[in-house]
């Protein structure tokens, strides 16, 4: 028996699409919820990362803090939310926020932090305002590194998003856990191969979006390319 | 050389190329086959992955203790889908089962009848090699379920009677709920009762089940009828008189290495166990957070079934 083979056969064959149990739905739920955890994390983190970063207070507490965060059982917090509140989204929805937003406020914070200081200094010397360093030095410069928190912390979601269908949240955490329930492991992998190539798309979309916003004269820090290397001692 | 673009295509294709050895590397394997080797004096006692269950199986292996046997636990080990071959290939030697449950997954047809019309039928559907011994009083069937309020509301008694609904009916428990015999497709079947939706809650008719029910979040759920969180919910189980769920008696399923005096000690318990037995045990698991060990030690000893 080979479950690789039946697990492709499950996912082309034409009855498990189309409907309201068919894949597609469970993947266009999957994103819904990745994108939503993403929006909701990023409107969390940016701007805690961002104050951090720019003043440089909190930073010991902050970072403890969120690294205290990663360490809670995502399966666990999801079933006592859901618990507490209700079945359905909500319960996923936080449970995966608290799992996105230590990441991505780790690339907000070190966005900034990794900005050489005497382009800040420069940036005030020419008599720009705190809000004009934040926004026009600050924010551009420390987007490639967010960026990279932002495409780790979606891995993380779109991985762990199978989790949601355990308190009605729907997502391709069904095929995974129904095939779990009646011994049907081609379905179970069938499904964790579509969250792995859901996964792969996601890293496309986020390293082509990361290339997108760095600024004309930054590249991203690629510390074993020699060639860059060379190129910084040549300038320096 | 590798341009940088290049690069990355060749390093994505990398990751797909191992993801599919990977995944291809456990092809061959059954995740469950454990090394059940044959060792005559040990009885394997296994359960499914629900603590009611796991109960039933304690009782049976300290009632087997007890009366001398060497056994081996095995729990926890999910749906019938998931042990039944295990069963069948003499890997498991004791198990709990539930009687109509069980036949429906071994017979092609649909079985119905009372409960012992489906006892007899069980014992002919068994393969060579594996028996059950008496049946229980106790049961443990699927139900389906409302809230005493939306049973007020319109007036129902029986599963029939869920045709006096008039607002949409939305339906929750495990997914593979929607593709069972007595699922939403048999609702509509046989009496007319239109659903108008799923929601998914995965844990076979637990706490999220009852909360999402009480909550109005689903109207109709399906819940094991020894569950105490009915009586502590004030839920109400829908009358069965058409036997749409299969009287599910619990019986122990017991391989050749049973031999006739632990099929003894099995037949005093089924004699002792009945159904308020079986709830107030669940309400125990379930409310006092007491373990199997304690509940199963306590009602053994509370029927003189330990010597």
């Avoid at chain 1, 697990?7 to 994103?31: C, S």
């Avoid at chain 1, 705190?130 to 926004?135: A, C, F």
């Avoid at chain 2, 190329?17 to 059940?36: H, I, M, R």
């Amino acid at each position: 028996m080979n479950f690789f083979a039946e697990a492709m056969a499950y996912i082309l064959d034409p009855a498990n699409w189309g409907g309201v149990n068919g894949l597609d739905t469970r993947i266009i739920e999957h994103v819904f919820i990745s994108l939503i955890v993403l929006a909701i994390a990023v409107a969390i983190a940016v701007p805690v990362g961002y104050l951090i970063g720019h003043t440089g207070k909190g930073s010991g507490f902050v970072v403890a803090l969120s690294g205290a965060v990663r360490a809670l059982p995502t399966l666990g917090l999801l079933i006592l939310l859901a618990l507490n509140l209700s079945v359905g989204l909500t319960a996923p929805v936080i449970a995966l926020v608290v799992l996105a937003v230590p990441s991505i406020l780790a690339g907000a914070y070190a966005g900034f932090h990794a900005i050489d200081r005497r382009t800040i200094d420069a940036a005030r010397a020419v008599g720009m305002t705190e809000w004009q360093i934040v926004t026009k030095v600050e924010m551009p410069l420390g987007l490639p590194l967010l960026m990279g928190g932002i495409r780790s912390a979606a891995l993380q979601v779109v991985a762990t998003a199978t989790l949601a269908d355990y308190v009605g949240g729907g997502g391709l955490g069904r095929p995974i856990l129904e095939g779990l329930q009646i011994g049907n492991y081609a379905q179970m992998l069938a499904g964790s191969v579509l969250v792995v190539l859901l996964a792969i798309v996601f890293e496309l979309i986020f390293s082509a979006l990361q290339k997108l916003v760095t600024p004309a004269g930054v590249t991203p820090p690629r510390l074993t390319s020699t060639r860059a290397l060379r190129n910084r001692s040549r300038t320096a | 050389m590798f341009t940088a673009g290049k690069g990355r295509l060749v390093s994505v294709g990398a990751v797909v190329v191992g993801a599919s050895l990977a995944l291809a590397g456990c092809s061959s394997s059954d995740p469950l086959s454990s090394g059940g080797s044959g060792d005559s004096e040990t009885l394997i006692v296994g359960s499914q992955q629900y603590y009611s269950n796991e109960i039933i199986a304690e009782i049976y292996s300290q009632a087997l203790e007890d009366g001398g046997y060497t056994v081996d636990r095995q729990f926890n080990i999910g749906q019938r889908e998931v042990y039944l071959p295990e069963i069948e290939s003499g890997a498991i030697d004791v198990f709990p089962e539930y009687t109509g449950s069980l036949l429906s997954a071994l017979v092609d047809s649909e079985p119905s009848g009372s409960s012992e019309e489906i006892y007899d039928q069980l014992t002919e559907a068994l393969p060579d090699g594996l028996r059950v011994l008496d049946q229980a009083d106790a049961a443990d069937q699927d139900s389906w379920t409302v809230t005493q309020a939306f049973a007020d509301k319109y007036n129902l008694t029986d599963i029939a009677s869920l045709a006096n609904v008039t607002e949409p009916i939305t339906v929750g428990g495990n997914s593979e709920l929607q593709t069972r015999p007595y699922g939403p497709d048999a609702l509509a079947e046989k009496y007319g009762v239109t659903t108008a939706g799923f929601t998914a809650v995965q844990d076979s008719g637990g706490p999220l089940t009852v909360k999402a029910l009480v909550d109005n979040q689903i109207q109709l759920a399906n819940i094991y009828t020894a569950d105490p969180n009915i009586q502590t919910n004030n839920l109400v189980v829908l009358d069965d008189p058409d036997s749409l769920f299969l009287p599910a008696n619990v019986v122990p399923v017991v391989s050749d290495k049973v031999d006739e005096d632990a099929a003894d000690i099995l037949n005093a318990v089924s004699a002792e166990l009945s159904v308020d037995d079986l709830v107030s045990m669940n309400a125990e698991s379930v409310n006092d957070q007491k373990s199997a060990s304690v509940i199963a030690e306590a009602w053994l000893d509370d029927k003189g079934l330990l010597g």
